[in-house]
């Protein structure tokens, strides 16, 4: 059974950084592109990063030089290390597994921007 | 503002069948394959349609989508009440180098 599984999330203060990490499992997760798409609460989605299996990576413009995504194929986990954060940071992160479409998604983890 | 235009609601009665337009330009749906998104609140998204028009297995054949030239369209047929949620197009963009979702329908089934 495919499983990914976000944590890192929680509340940060304006300019603070957290690193969310999405654990996986139940498939070869090296054969993957990974993703990040967030979700402002009462808003539409919105695409963050991604990294291919080269490592390939890409950011939103939103996101780019303050997040870094990257990826462990031994521990099968993706990472997001975001810095800089700000108030319009605040958002339920998704990460997903993507091939033909991001064909499954975990649960999310809420990161929260405040002071 | 998305450089995805997706209407912001739709409605249908039960049994009807809704269509749900994307509208692009030529950097994202006109050279790029369109998938379709259902989000339930409280839920993680769900695949629905992928490269345009291919449905993922345990998706109905009541949805169905397609493309021509920079629009894309999701439709659903016999509209049901569990498919009242949120409906969402992405898609890859030359220009911006990464993907980008359309602003989500919100359908309603009367």
């Not at chain 1, 009462?42 to 490592?55: F, M, N, P």
């Not at chain 2, 609601?9 to 950097?27: E, F, K, L, N, Y």
């Amino acid at each position: 059974e495919v499983q990914l599984v976000e944590s890192g999330g929680g509340l940060v203060q304006p300019g603070g950084s957290l690193r969310l990490s999405c654990a996986a499992s139940g498939y070869t997760f090296s054969a993957y592109d990974m993703h990040w798409v967030r979700q402002v609460t009462g808003k539409g989605l919105e695409w963050v990063s991604s990294i291919g299996t080269a490592d390939d990576t890409y950011y939103a413009g939103s996101v780019k030089g303050r997040f870094t995504i990257s990826r462990d194929n031994a521990k099968m986990s993706l990472y997001l290390q975001m810095n800089s954060l700000r108030a319009g940071d605040t958002a339920l992160y998704y990460c997903i597994r993507a091939r033909d479409g991001f064909d499954f998604w975990g649960q999310g983890t809420m990161v929260t921007v405040s002071s | 503002q998305s450089v995805l235009t997706q209407p912001p609601s739709a409605s249908g009665a039960p049994g009807q069948r809704v269509t749900i337009s994307c509208s692009g330009s030529s950097p994202n749906i006109g050279g790029h394959s369109v998938h379709w998104y259902q989000h339930l609140p409280g839920t993680a998204p769900k695949l629905l349609i992928y490269s345009n028009d291919k449905r993922p297995s345990g998706v109905p054949d009541r949805f169905s989508g397609s493309k021509s030239g920079t629009s894309a369209s999701l439709a659903i047929s016999g509209l049901r009440s569990e498919d009242e949620a949120a409906y969402y197009c992405v898609v890859w963009d030359d220009s911006l180098r990464g993907h980008v979702f359309g602003g989500g329908t919100k359908l309603t089934v009367l």
